[in-house]
Each structure stands twice: as C-alpha cells, then as structure tokens.
C-alpha cells in the first residue's frame, strides 16, 4: 500500500517533528512494515517564473524556438532584473506563470542536473518546465502553465507542486485487508501516535426510497449490494490535480474524472467501487453464479469464459461484470457517460481469491476483497463516490438508495484480562488490555477477569483470543518482550541415525570426497542418459503438477542424476580429477495411486488416520552417492599417480560399512548404470542396498564424460539401520597364533569374495581370513586364476597341536573345493 | 740347549724400557691423531691396540722381569695402554660424529616438494551450519526431528492453520505432487516436522527441525526453489513469547558472539500468534554509532533480517493433539542458506547448489 504522507497527515494530526522516517519506523512497529519511502527525488532551485518577453526566432532545423526573459524573483534574477531562457514549446504567452529550473536543479526524470549552456546562439540560463519532466501527471507536449495569481515570481515550485511529497510503501500482510486504504493506515497511525482520529467513513448517507432495481440470488457470494444513481454528470471535467495526484502517488492512473473517483473514493476508505454506465443497462440487476461457457467481454477488452465458480453481475443481456474482479466493456464508463450507477458490494473473500485465481486477473479490487473489505461500508461508499461526482462533475444525485443485504454482527471474542501478560511475558494490567482494544475499534466489555471484546466490522483477523493478545502487544510494544532462556527437561541428545549421518560425512570427507547439493528434479532424459531399461523400477518418479523444467517433471530416484551433472561442470569448469559425493532423500512412490488424507484440524487425527499418510507418502530414503574421475592418487614428482577405478567405489562404500560396523557382501552384479563387469552390488542380510562401481561406456558417452569414471550409490538409511551399538567383540585369546597361507586355482568367473566366505566358515579355529594375492597368467590354465589367502587359526583356550592346524588347512581346501577350487601346486 | 728359564733368568727386555713404551705410546697417539675415518682408525687400533701391537707384546714380556721390575713395567706398559685406549675412544666418537654430520648433509631433502598427491575432502556448508545449529540447541537440552521432504498437504498446510481458502497458500508457491487429489507437496517448510512431532509425542516438547524445502522460484542469484532452512518448537506448561526471545537471544549469541541480541517487529503467519519477524543486530557493525552507517551487511540499519517466530497458535495445537488449555508453545525458522550467503559473503545464491568443488572446499569438515 503507497500511502502519500501528506494524505496521512491530513486524516491523522501528526506533530510536525516527527519526520517520515521516524512515522515510517513506528508503522513497522505496528505491523505496516515500510518496504521503501518514495519521493520525488527532485532537488534545487525549481521556482515559480513570470515570462516578461517571449521572441519567437525561427531556426535553421526548421524549429522555432522562444527566446524569453523569465522574472525568477529577486533571489534569482541577473542584474536585468530577469533570466534569459530558451524554451521549444509553445502553449504559453507573455505574462503567463510558469515553472522554471534553474541551473543546480535535479530532474530525476531527465536524469541529469540542470546548467546554464549556449544554445540557438543564446546562453539559456534554466528550464522550463513541462509535467513530464517533474515526473507529474499531465500533458507532455507543452509546459506547465499556472493559474494566474495562484503564485509570486521566486515561489518554490517543489512545495507549490507537492514535489517533495513522500510517499510510504508499506507491506500489509494478508491478516490486515483493512490497512490497504487511508481509513485503515489512518487509524493505526492515530492508535500508534495516540492521537484522536476522524473516520474518513463516517459519511451520512442521505439516500432514501427505491433505488435501480436489484435482486442477489448469490447471497453467500454477495451479502450486502449497493446501488447509487447519477445524473447530469459532466463528463468534460478534468480530475482535479490534487486528486490525480493523489491517485498517482498511490500507484494508480488518472483516467476520467469518474472512473478517478471511484478509485480515489477505494483509496480514501477500502472499499472497491464499480461505475456502470446508467444509460447501457438494460432492466435490474442481478447478482448470480455464471452458467458454464458463459462470455464475458471485460474493461481490458478481453474476452473471458466463465465457470460455475464465478459470480456474476448481469442485467437483461447477461453479465456485464465479473464480480468484485473487473467490470464488462459494454457498460463501462466512456468519456460521454452523464448517468452513472455506483456499485459498492460485498464480495466474500473466498469467492473473489477463486476467481481472480482462475482468471488470472488480479486487480486493485480483487486483492481488497480477497483480504476482506468492511460490509458496513456499501451504501456509505456509494454516497461519499456521489458526493464527489456531484461536487466536482456537476452530477445530480438521485434520491434512490438501492441496499441489498446487510452487514451480520461479529461475534464477541471471549478472553481472560491476563492472557496478552501470560501469552506475551510482558506485564499488560487489564486497564491497559481494554484500552488497546479498543483504540484497534473493538467494543469491549468487561467483566473481572474475562473480556469480551467485538471486533470492528473491518478486522477480520480478530476471531481467537491469541488474535486479541497480537493486537494488544502492537499497542503494548514488541520490544517489551523479555528474554528468558527457557529451561528444557534433559534431551537425549542426536539419535543414532543423525550422529550416524555426520559420522558418514566425515567418513567420505576423510576419503578425499567433497559434498555437493544438487536439486532433486529429473525426468526421462536423465533416465535415458544412465540407461536405465523401459521397465527399470527407478523410472518410477514422484511427478509434479508444477515441475519449473518440462525435462525435469519431477523428483529424483537415484542420487547419480544430480552428481553426474554436478561432475559435468566440474570438468567443464577445468577440474581434472574430481571426487564428489551427495547424500540426500530420494523419491520412491507407493505402488498404485496413493492419496494422501485430509483431515478436519478441530481435533488430532487418530493414530490410523496417521498411520495413513505414511501408507500414501512416497518412500523417500536417505542415499549416500558419489562419482569419482580422474587421479585417485594425483601423479606428481614422487611418482606416478593412479586413475580412480571400480575398485576405489567399492573401497569407500566398504569404509563405510566397516565404520558402521556392518557386514556386508559384495557380489558381481549387472546393473545400469554401471559397467556390467564391473559393478558390484552391496548386500546386506541378503538384500542389496546399493552398487558400486565404473560407469557403462555408453552412459559417459551420453553425459560427455571422459572414460572410466566411477560411482556408488547405497542406502544409508538400510545401512544405518543395520549399525549395531558397537562393533563386534574379537575374542581375546592369549594363545598362539598359527598362520597358513593357501594359494587356490578357480575358474575366473568365480568371485573373490565367496572363496572368501567359504574359507571363512570352513572352520571354528578360523580368526581371519585375508586375500593377499591375485594371479593369471602363464603359470595357470586359461580361464583360471589364482586367489592366495592368508588364514589365521586360533583356539580360545589352548595351543593348536599340529594335527589341529592340518586337519583346519585340509577342512580348508576342501570347502575351497566346494565352490571349484583346487590347491596350486 | 734349554731354553731359558723365563722366570728367574735375568734378561734385558728392551720393549719395556720407559723410553721404548713412551716411544711407542706416542707413535699411537700421533697415529689416533692422524686417522680421520672409520677405516683408518680401525686399522691403527689394530696397528696399536691390537693383540700383535708393540705394547701388548710387551705386556706379555713383563712376566719375564724380576719380581722387583714388573711392578714398575705393569705400571709403565698398563697407563701407556690405558692413554692409547682413551684416545682411541675420543678419536672414534669424534669421527662417527663427523661422519653422521656428513651423512646427514648429504641426505639432506627439498621438503618444500608439494605433497599433493591425495585428494582432500570436505563437506558442504549447508550440512556442517545445519550441524553446527543443531548442536547449540541439543547444547540446550533440545532434541533434533526430521520428516519426510514430499509430504501430506494436511501437514504442511492444514494442521497448521492453512485452509484450503487462506491467503496465505497461495503466497506459498508450493509443488504439487501430481494428480493434485494426491493431496502431497514438497514440503514448503519444515513445520510439518513440528506437526509430527506433536501428533506423536507428549509435551514437553522442545525440538530444532533443520532441513530441505521448496518453493516454485526460479533459479537466479537471490532465489532458488530448493533450500534449508531450521524452525524450532517448543511445547510446554507456561511458555511466553518472553522464552521465544530467550531462545533466539541465546542461539544468536551462540552463532555469533557474546552481545548479539535480537529484536521482533509484529507479522503475520497463520501457525502463530502473535507472530513476528525477527532482526538479528547485525554481526559486522554491532549498530555500533560510529560503524553503522558505512556497513554494507546491513545497510547502515543496524538490524538484519533473521526468521519469523511467534506463540504457536492455539488452533495448531487442537490439530495437532496438543491441550491448548494447558500447554503453549512458540515457534521460530531461520535461512540456513541466507545464513551462509550473508555471512561469508556470497555474492549468487547458484554457488551453493551448483556443485563446483572450489564453492566447497575452503568450508573443510566443521563451521
């Protein structure tokens, strides 16, 4: 809301010490935070002028210019008593007041400060000065002429024009729809400065008797209607300055001096006007739903299709306005309009937020109704539009009121006297509650320790006693508020999960990783690019309604999409080798259409009805991802350095599983977007959490990346899950320790780690088992390899005897034989 | 011919005249003197200090002498031995010494050579600010609650005094989950945290909800639809609006330094009530008289911008299961985000979320 300062202190009696700054400060105080304070920016000499002598001289360009003696006043004039000016325009004569700049002045219109410079062979010592180069409304071709007498040679011309004017942009939250107006901003001002205030709505309205005729058949759309007639109006007159100013500063156009009224008369006191052209109805009017398909051409000159959730004005030919948002283009007020019926409805705020919504219309209108507007004020609007339309249009006003409808009561809000104190921590005594009250236009009324306080017909916000307490601390002052630290019972600390999670992220920051935040958002042709398969479960995205890229639709299911863009710019930006990590839901919905519930919210929802947004929500774990490229270890002067590979993914997740005390098991596995002889799957107790690995040639080809970068991705959540509270206790034997090493042939395909495995359970004095060794070449068959591990034997309670360490070997080799494994010989 | 009888019969034995052991004495030590390595002296111990040396030979002859003249020969030949010995000993300290002095030259490295060779790590500052936060309110005896990030639109708006008509939706620009009947967004906020949380546990309650939000703003330096922000709840007997600016008192002076203080100008959300906006003093200028009007983090206002807070409003609390007859609350959220643009000075919003690792790296593993 722009509020003209000069407006506000003609409603409000302000001490003339308090500056803008200082009222704009305790308006914040009040909940009308100031965004900016406007003004003019016009600085310098800009005086009033009286043109002595005017010689018009034809120019070589074809342009005739006026070579004047301007009196500027004593303070300016040169030794002759006046200042030579040059001026192009030519609405003016000798003897004519006009309005000059003289050199020193700032026009922020022109953008630059006004000198005395030589032109058309004259030194042209100013300016003078058309509406447009002050930044005022008003005809661009020709300067600005004054009335005569209305100044002296020498006035200053930025008083005389409301030039220095300020202007307060405040921000009005959506609970204070009354503040969008001068009444509203008015009455906090005389409330904050205790001040007595007078009701710019408190208009006598004089109408009586039948007015135009009008039926509401949308009564809860349209509680109260007004009508108000017109006549004989002069649709020849200007708008007077002072109102187009006004007008202006606010952050509207003057257009007419009819439509100017309506809108001023918004400004003034809230409430949205509408003017029809009395002449262009044709019969009553009524006020209903639109039929579906119904048209509508409005003031813009669009052309709009209405819906059953609109109301509509109409007369007999249907609408003629969509209501409270904007009026229709056939009953518009034109510049030959002479009887005018004024509208002042209420429109109820739902209503009219639907339809400006759906219309994508919002207006000065719309955003009033939208937050409310006072129903007391329909026919009191209409009377103050009339009174301005007959004072400064020459207008008749009818005598018929047409009232349909009327205002209800607001209820009374219950509230103890002791809850702005107990609500607030500040000491409030009930005298000073009842006083705060009222001064927001409450009716209050007391009785011991309760109140019940009726809120004025404009503050729909005050509907709860907490509501009351806000209005009361806003009197009481938000900075009496003390500062006590409240004392919370013991907390537990961080959950295992959250300390867990940092343990996580000091883990990957310890593996040389960096985090990065990506944006969950991806869509086919991220899919497309990881090559994931028609039918690859994580094509099943949670999808927007409102997604801000079509190529991004909605949310992600694999963290690779955000880290492999994230690598893209990295090596674009020059990086060479790159190790990235993310950790961060991902979005896996529910199988079938799963809605979520809405519920009342006058009572908690049952512990099912709970349990049943979590049965519709998507599943949406915790994942740990990371993308690698380039040198793991950076070559440098000590020596060659070595390419990050398959095997370095795989090492960070077992890290971190190892950190986390967790067991799990690598397995071969075959899955996009990995390389599918070199991705490993995680598993733990048999289900796979995640894949490690270097990525398929075809999918860095798709991303544009160099070969041979590599990734994992797991589920932290399952990961963390599966932390014990501490790690698995060894058996601390004191007895010797017998160490055999194997070296064992299998066929290729034959992973690692279940010979591992096999070795591990082959006996009860095994304490480790290490693979220490791989081998292929000429030494072993084609298609075989060779695997040496380490075994460590141990008896809790005694020394092995030799037959004990053979019979453990010989249990060994034959469970390595199990799994096709031969001793090497 | 027998030989002689070494023990009685008078013999002249030369080697242990004191001229002959002094002679030879010197000639050692002059010998110690002039070897300067190892090698060198290990050959004069053996020239002079070895089994076959002058003087051990001699030592052997003392036997042969009068009992009256081997007192005076021991006595000659065992101090002439015990010189030779002593200095052998300083001589080969000396020379290992050098010799270690000269190894140690020429061993000697460029250790300014770069150790450059692994990769270091680091974690982004929105994880270790929001860490950071959580541990002055754990520090509190506050405990740290999370939720899902696509949630129930009863959550995110319904339970907390967001009708489906309020203004104040279509202010959120929310993401909706498609269909709309889905009735699911991305949470817009992280008090639907604090909804869980009161529909599940008892009071009190006192709990810090950092996490991931959206809203539909397009990318640019100052808007991002995805951020972070931390809201705070705390539910219990007699909560004021005093104990919410006691809070945030404290969290301020615990980020920023003894001093800090906040200040609440009134505002409107439709989950508190009375609402307000919070400016933190600002943490470059202090609104110090003499340094406010030059500061550009708060443009000469002294305050900044913080969050918005309030007394959670009762209606909340019936949705959520809460006796708004016995327990109150308040409420607070700040930027984690806005937070780290405005205190180290980042210029474009982008840098956090575009995933250049020069943004990360000077952040380390801690803030």
Known sequence: MKVPVTWLRELVQLPDDVTTEQLAARLTQFDLKLEEIISSGISGPLVVGRVLSLVKEPQKNGKTINWCRVDVGPEHNDDDGARGIVCGAHNFVEGDLVVVSLPGTVLPALGFEITARKTYGHVSDGMICSSTELGLPGDASGIIVLDPDSATPGDDAIALLGLGDEILDLEVNPDRGYALSMRGVGRDTALAYELEFADPAAIEVTGTGEGYPVRVEDAEACPVFAARAVTGFDPTRPTPPWMAKRIEQAGMRSISLAVDITNYVMLEIGHPIHGFDLSSLQGPIVVRRATEGEKLTTLDGVVRTLSADDTVVTDDRGPISLAGVMGGAETELSDATTDILIEAAHWKAPMIARTARLHKLPSEASKRYERGVDPELPARATQRVADLLAELGGGTIEDGLTVVGAATQRPAVEMSVHLPSRVSGVDIDAAAVVEALEGNGCEVALDHESLAATPPSWRFDLNDPNDLVEEVLRVVGYDQVPSIVPVAPAGRGLTTAQKLRRRVGNVLAGDGLIEVKTFPFAGAADFDRLGLPADDVRRRQVLLENPLSAEEPGMTTTLLTGLLRSLVLNLGRGHADVHITETGRVFLPQSGDAEAPIYGVDRRPTDDEIAAFEAALPHQPHHVGLVMSGERVRTGWAGPGRRATWADAVAVVQHLADELHVDVEVQQAHVMPWHPGRCAAIVLEGDVIGHAGELHPRVLKAYGLPARVVAAEIDLDALIAASPEIGPRPDFSSFPVAKEDLALIVDDEVPAASLQRVLAASSDLIESVRLFDVYSGDQVADGKKSLAFALRLRAPDRTLTDDEIRAARENAVAAAASVGAALRT | ?367
């Open chain 2, 1 to 367: 011919m027998s030989a002689p009888n070494s023990s009685y019969d008078p013999v002249e034995v030369t080697p242990l005249n004191a001229e002959e052991v002094e002679r030879v004495r010197d000639e050692a030590l002059a010998a110690i003197a002039a070897a300067d390595t190892l090698d060198a002296l290990k050959q004069v111990r053996i020239d002079h200090a070895g089994d076959r040396s002058p003087l051990a030979l001699a030592n052997r002859e003392i036997g042969a002498l009068p009992p009256q003249a081997r007192k005076d020969a021991g006595q000659r030949v065992g101090q002439a031995r015990g010189a030779i010995n002593q200095a052998l000993a300083a001589k080969t300290a000396e020379v290992e010494a050098a010799e270690e002095e000269r190894a140690l030259v020429t061993e000697a490295v460029d250790v300014t050579l770069p150790w450059d060779v692994e990769p270091v790590g680091a974690r982004h500052p929105i994880t270790t600010l929001s860490e950071h936060i959580a541990d002055i309110f754990v520090a509190m005896g506050w405990e740290i609650a999370e939720g899902p990030e696509v949630e129930a639109e009863w959550l995110n708006f319904d339970a907390l005094n967001l009708g489906p008509d309020h203004p104040a939706r279509t202010m959120q620009d929310t993401f909706w989950v498609t269909p709309e009947r889905a009735a699911m967004v991305l949470r817009t906020h992280t008090s639907p945290v604090q909804a869980r949380t009161m529909l599940t546990r008892e009071p009190p309650i006192y709990i810090a909800c950092p996490g991931r939000v959206f809203r539909t703003d397009e990318l640019d330096a100052t808007h991002s639809p995805v951020f972070h922000q931390v809201e705070g709840l705390a539910i219990d007997e007699g909560l004021s609006m005093g104990h919410l600016k006691g809070t945030l008192d404290h969290f301020a002076q615990a980020i920023y330094g003894d001093g800090m203080t906040t200040r609440f100008r009134p505002s409107y959300f439709p989950f508190t009530e009375p609402s307000a906006e919070m400016d933190l003093l600002c943490y470059v200028c202090h609104n110090e008289p003499d340094a406010v009007a030059d500061c550009r983090t708060c443009k000469g206002e002294g305050w900044v911008e913080w969050g918005g807070c309030g007394v959670v409003n009762p209606r909340v609390l019936v949705a959520c299961g809460v006796d708004p007859e016995r327990y109150s609350g308040f409420a607070f959220g700040i930027g984690i985000d806005r937070t780290i643009t405005s205190r180290y000075d980042i210029a474009d919003l982008r840098d956090l979320f575009d995933g250049d690792i020069r943004f990360t790296q000077p952040f380390g593993v801690e803030l």
